[in-house]
């Protein structure tokens, strides 16, 4: 509340500029008042298994916030949410810029909700702190899936690192989840670590392809292959079909080369087109009969538990390091002591070991300070 | 020396028991007035430094001691040989069990020496702590190079982590490159992450392989085949020169499906028989041409200005992990709240937060009591 009167509301900052005639002081005012509204974490989670939309995206927003005051009130309604998530198909999709995963997704979405799905489509991208949101930051972009009362699409969390966007997300898995989305899209572009950070919060991973001039097979990204369970090349219409299956074709023998999924699960391939809808089902298809084997042989629940094991062991080695690398004496350090290191004048071990110690010591001396 | 008393020398614990006519007892004093002089870190570094074998052998013995007091000598000892180390071809050799490590680095050994090469073979086996030296354990594996005075086999290091062994490892290449050894051969056994930690420590990666039935792409543990610089496919003579061949050309198109290298080198694969000691030659002009190329490009300079910072930070990082995980209270939590994140629970994220937290507390209570 500290923060209100440098922060005022939009509406009030074009005090003294009439409003245009058709607008409702009433409407307005019922706004202003449900903003200043902060919900109890009860409401909220009262919302959410209600499958109120407001309530889940005030909910996100909490989650998503940096304000540590909100982090406990975010954890109260993750850990009241828990108990009803987990009942949903999440799957990942991957592919680089220009591969249509908007369109992919639109069409995909717009198949699923007209199956009765309801469908929660979310997006892992850390540069979107930078770029400020490439990928479904425009929403236009799937204008038929945003208007579907049964789709609800969130942008990329904002974040510095990996790690706290893909908490972000994985949170807001479980509050959609929570609210009823029995389908869960969630996006990611080609670079970095993200798609590793994705497929370990799904359950089927979706690698997106186009046809390319002959070089389908080269500048694959290390171990993207290895972690799809089926690649899909888009935009097999036109002109581009024959191009399309030939893909298909090299991908399924290269596909071969990878050794064999725990799951006993072998990675399909198919083609399709988002613009004509042609392959869209059989890509439902794929993945029903994958639930259904890995379902049957336990695979699927192993591998949840694996992940939930996963995502509370990766914080903490993440936060350990961050702890590390913000304090103030290793910032001054780290990099002549890397260039020490690089030139050969001390040895990595010896340098890390001074590191660390310098990290212990200032440590105590904060603490005797406290 | 405190030790001394409850490990009794060998050589003592069989007093009472006449020793054969032909041991000479001047000789049993010899060794056991050597055995008992501690060499200073300054005659140890000069020992190494004149090539002396002995000297590099209990520098390497201190260094792989897991006794406190010996740390500060080891690092004495290395940070004195790293401005006379780095002038060596470091070599990682990999390959599962039954593909001819061994008998190929025997042959290899040979032929290097033969060119008037000092070559020094070591071994990351993290396992070998269990099975008592699974690799280099056995040095009449090796029986013709083990008697080559310009050769110089040292068994893997033991240890618990692979962070450990690999770190040992790392300190043994300094010391025996500073020994004048101008060849470095790194063994490691085609399980685990060793592979990945010795493919961070040289500047040539070699993939053993030999001629399947059929199947040679089938099972690549992953990531492997992504590193090599060469796939050679041993055991190449009689009746299975055929299968080798085929077998080079598979693995040749199959290594067209990575990302090109950073150093511009394109892998190579070619086949050898370590009997008959056919195409061994060709690995070595392989290894010369890589080493013209990167040298040209200065990417050999980079890599191993990356490597030493990398060591750097693997260490930061591993003993970060190390000192959390060892922690008391964390040791008696850790079970349990990953049970409780497996079955949903807790989110991990605030399981995480929930031990990150204690551990921080306990720290803070310990150094109060100090």
Redesign the interface.
């Known amino acids: 509340m500290q923060n209100k009167k440098s922060h005022p509301s939009a509406l009030n900052e074009k005090a003294g500029i009439a409003p245009p005639e058709t607008t409702s002081l009433t409407s307005i005012g019922t706004i202003q008042h449900f903003r200043k509204i902060q919900p109890s974490a009860t409401a909220l989670v009262e919302g959410i298994l209600a499958g109120n939309i407001t309530a889940l995206s005030r909910a996100i927003t909490l989650v998503e916030s940096t304000n540590n005051n909100h982090l406990s009130k975010a ?1 109260e309604v ?2 009241a949410c ?2 009803h ?2 009942k949903s198909m999440r799957i990942g999709i991957t592919g680089v810029p220009g591969v249509g995963k908007s369109t992919f997704i639109e069409a995909f979405g717009k198949f699923l909700t007209n199956q009765g799905k309801k469908v929660a489509v979310l997006a892992v991208d850390p540069s979107s702190t930078i770029s400020h949101g490439s990928i479904l930051g425009d929403k236009t972009r799937m204008e038929e899936l945003v208007k579907d009362k049964n789709a609800y699409i969130r942008p990329s969390a904002s974040g510095e690192t990996l790690g706290g966007v893909a ?1 972000k997300t ?2 807001t898995i ?1 509050l959609c989840e929570a609210c009823g989305f029995d389908t869960i899209i969630i996006e990611t572009v080609g670079v970095g670590q993200s798609e590793t950070a994705v497929h370990s919060m799904v359950d089927f991973f979706l690698l997106l392809k186009i046809a390319g001039a002959g070089d389908e ?7 993207i292959m ?1 972690m799809a369970d089926a690649i899909v090349i888009n935009k097999a219409d036109g002109d581009n079909i024959k191009k399309a299956q030939f893909a298909k074709m090299e991908f399924n023998r ?1 596909l ?5 999924k725990k799951s006993g699960w072998i990675p399909k391939t198919s083609t399709c087109s988002a613009i004509t809808q042609e392959g869209i089902p059989v890509v439902w298809e794929i993945i029903q009969k994958f639930l259904a084997l890995t379902k049957e042989n336990q695979s699927f629940f192993e591998k949840r ?1 694996e992940q ?6 990766e ?3 993440e ?3 961050i702890n ?1 690398y913000n304090q103030h004496e290793i910032q001054n350090l780290l990099e002549p ?2 260039k020490a ?13 001074k ?2 110690n310098l990290y212990q010591n200032s440590k ?1 001396n904060q ?2 300070m406290d």
Do not use: C, D
């Open positions: 954890n993750i850990n828990l108990p998530s987990g908490r994985r949170e479980t097979l080269q500048g694959i990204k290390r171990g290895e290269a071969h080369l990878f050794p064999a538990k939930n094991q996963y995502w509370m062991l914080t903490i080695n936060q350990l390091k590390f002591t890397k290191v690089q030139n050969n004048e001390i040895s990595p071990f010896a340098a890390a070991q590191l660390l105590n603490q005797n």
